[in-house]
């Protein structure tokens, strides 16, 4: 850890006032938790008592086919909770509340063309999941098999996931925009004997040839016997090897539409989630429940949850499906892009079904933000009560933006840090007092240390930097890394003695709240100056015409290593460089012309500008580059390692055998930034 020096995190003259959350609207569902002593003494107790604090919940929200009688059991990484209990997530995300609620609608699926949706019941969902589950064991899968999921974004997505679990399988979301060669590699290290996929996708108005790619990716998997084939636009040219590949529709005509859940225990996986890791029935389900309805005070009598990110990333996965419908509530699937037909999509979708719960990943707002107000204007988002970001720093503007223009400044908008491994920091919506950028306080069971990174000591009391640490064990914690226990303890438990560690820089503020300042192998060393890349994207964020940056460091034979940036730019400037307009700028941006020219040369001084004075003269950018869009994965994180690789010279065109320098690029969302990103840093290089 010695790469890591805190003292280059210069937080807390930038402690700003809290602010208190906004008014409850008066017809609002009543709080689950009253005040902020309330959660206080909950925490305290969570955390000291974790075992009678999690024992009571699990009793009381969850359903169990037998009781757990041990809460806990073992420590620091191999540790076991509710060991001897019994039951199954699809029982308690779809039967209990299909047998008291069964009109009540679980699913809204809104499709690719904006206006056509459906309802799903509770009834429904039960009816589906069980068809899958049937059609599952039909072909043989059982309990502790992987299944590979490869559908877009439709019901029969969830209904694979819930019948998955239903009879025990692991399932394995691959995102359906991944290639051929991504998915084949998920389903190699999984040895997945089944793949249920789609005849094609449809995203943005165009089409996905999902089956070819499928087809593409099995002629290199041996472990696949069966594709069960959902057909969503019905295309009947698609390629079909007539003993492996099954019609999903003709397969479940066979089946009754009822199949007896699998007794599982609270410690069975039930997902392997990407980063490879596994977590566990019980803990996992409480936990996605827990916090919809703690940090996001989502009642599912009233609410809609619409949580807009893919199902191939945890967030979607917990708060798309485990979420919402272990409380029993309505959650909403969105197959389409925000931008479809028009950047406005998404608030149509909020006024049309009367969303409550709007999550998303902070880059698709910088994204509609960058594309200006206008889009939102129009519409009625007064069902609107709660947003939630998740994934990346938020950072103040687009916290703001969301704030004012979506939230109306009378919604709670939270930034909850997570990881596919736990989850762990987030304001309590309508309770904590927020600070625009920080993740605020510790979620319940979750005991932060800030721990000196160079001797490993925790750092006690308020105004610290160093690294996230967790020390004490709560439920959701994800138990191992598939087949390799040895590389999860050292990876997470060993570097701290008895913590968990996050891999994250982070400052306790002097209010205790806590400001992820972002992965440890973010930093660039300039001159035997540490800085973290989160630092000089935020000093780039703070001039207004800047929508987007991305920091890396590249070898300088001068200083080690420099800094690199880069930027995008917003439409809707309101900026100081005022002989600029927007329209120049994207123009000269999008048509690839020299970004060599007076406009882009005035912008670039000034960010840099805009560094120097933030910072110190040490971290003065030595290239910034304008670009159209970042390299990120569908999660919306931007994919660094590219832009170090690209910003080091090291690929200098876009031929394949250069291309190839950058490593996996499977999991970009649009390889077709690759080649711009080349081009504009060898123009001006
Ligand atoms: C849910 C998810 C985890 C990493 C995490 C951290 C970053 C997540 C954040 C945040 C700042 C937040 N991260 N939430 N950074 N503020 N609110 O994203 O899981 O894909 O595993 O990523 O994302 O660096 O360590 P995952």
Redesign the pocket.
């Known amino acids: 850890m010695d790469e890591f020096d805190p003292s280059v995190f210069v937080p807390l003259e930038r402690n700003p006032a809290s602010i208190p959350p906004p008014p409850r609207a008066p017809d609002a569902p009543p709080l689950y938790i009253t005040s902020l002593d309330e959660y206080h003494t909950l925490w305290k107790e969570s955390v000291n008592r974790p075992e009678k604090f999690w024992g009571d919940i699990a009793r009381s929200e969850l359903t169990w086919f037998r009781e757990f009688t041990t809460v806990c059991f073992g420590r620091d990484g191999d540790i076991a909770w509710f060991p001897d209990g019994f039951m199954n997530i699809a029982y308690n995300c779809v039967d209990r509340h299909a047998a008291k609620t069964p009109t009540k609608t679980a699913l809204i699926w809104e499709s690719d063309e904006p206006g056509q949706h459906i309802h799903i019941s509770y009834g429904e969902l039960l009816k589906q999941v069980c068809l899958v589950a049937n059609v599952l064991k039909s072909f043989g899968v059982r309990k502790g098999d992987v299944v590979a999921i490869y559908l877009p974004m439709v019901p029969e997505l969830v209904y694979a996931m819930l019948a998955c679990a239903r009879i025990g399988a692991i399932h394995s979301v691959v995102f359906a925009g991944f290639s051929a060669e991504a998915l084949r590699e998920r389903i190699n290290d999984a040895k997945c004997r089944v793949v249920i996929t789609a005849d094609q996708g449809r995203r943005g108005g165009k089409t996905i040839h999902t089956k070819r790619l499928v087809d593409e990716a099995l002629l290199e998997c041996r472990s696949v016997e069966k594709v069960i084939v959902f057909q969503r636009t019905g295309e009947f040219s698609i390629p079909f090897h007539p003993t492996r590949d099954a019609w999903w529709h003709e397969e479940i005509s066979k089946q009754r539409p009822y199949c007896p859940c699998e007794w599982l225990s609270a410690e069975d996986p039930f997902t392997g989630a990407p ?1 490879g890791l596994l977590h566990t029935s019980a803990g996992y389900l409480l936990c996605c429940m827990m916090t919809s309805k703690y940090v996001f005070d989502y009642h599912p009598e009233s609410d809609v949850l619409g949580c807009m990110v893919d199902l191939g ?3 979607g996965a917990s708060y798309i499906v485990y979420g919402p419908l272990g409380l029993g509530g309505t959650s909403l699937i969105f197959e389409s892009v925000p931008t479809y037909p028009s950047p406005s999509r998404y608030w149509q979708i909020v006024q049309s079904h009367h969303i409550s719960h709007f999550l998303v990943a902070p880059t698709t707002i910088r994204a509609l933000r960058r594309l200006g107000d206008q889009h939102v204007e129009p519409f009625d988002l007064s069902s609107l009560r709660v947003i939630g ?6 950072g103040p503007d687009a916290w703001g933006w969301l704030n004012k223009k979506i939230g109306k400044e009378r919604c709670s908008v939270l ?7 736990a989850i762990m920091i987030a304001p309590l919506a309508f309770l904590t007092p927020t600070k625009p950028g920080s ?1 605020t306080l510790p979620f319940f069971g979750i005991d932060p240390a800030v721990i000196e990174p160079s001797s490993g000591k925790e750092l006690k009391g308020n105004s610290v930097t160093g690294v996230l640490a967790i020390k004490s064990p709560w439920p959701s914690i994800a138990r191992t890394l598939y087949s390799n226990h040895s590389r999860y303890i050292s990876t997470y438990m060993r570097t701290f003695t008895g913590c968990y560690f ?3 820089g982070v400052t306790r503020d002097s209010d205790g709240y806590y400001w ?1 300042r ?2 440890l192998d973010d930093v660039i060393n300039v001159s035997g100056h540490r800085l973290s890349t989160q630092e000089v994207e935020s000093a780039l964020l703070m001039f207004p015409l800047c929508a987007e940056a991305a920091v890396v460091g590249v070898p300088d034979e001068v200083t080690g290593q420099a800094v690199f940036c880069f930027v995008t730019l917003r439409e809707q400037p309101n900026a100081p460089v005022s002989a600029l307009t927007s329209r120049d700028l994207l123009e000269n941006n999008r048509t690839g012309a020299s970004s060599d020219t007076l406009l882009s040369r005035r912008i670039i001084q000034a960010l840099s500008h805009q560094v120097k004075t933030a910072i110190g003269p040490f971290a003065t950018p030595k290239r910034i580059v304008i670009v159209p869009e970042l390299p990120k994965t569908r ?1 919306g ?1 931007i994919l660094r390692r590219l832009l170090r690789i690209i910003a080091s010279g090291q690929v200098k065109t876009s031929l394949d055998a250069d291309v190839s320098k950058l490593g996996d690029v499977s999991t970009l969302s649009d390889t077709s930034i690759l080649p711009i990103l080349i081009s504009r840093v060898h123009d001006k290089a």
């Open positions: 980063k990333w945890i967030t970001t998740t994934g990346e720093p938020i930034d909850a840090y997570w990881q596919t491994e993740a996050t891999g994250d992820i972002g992965r999660s994180k």
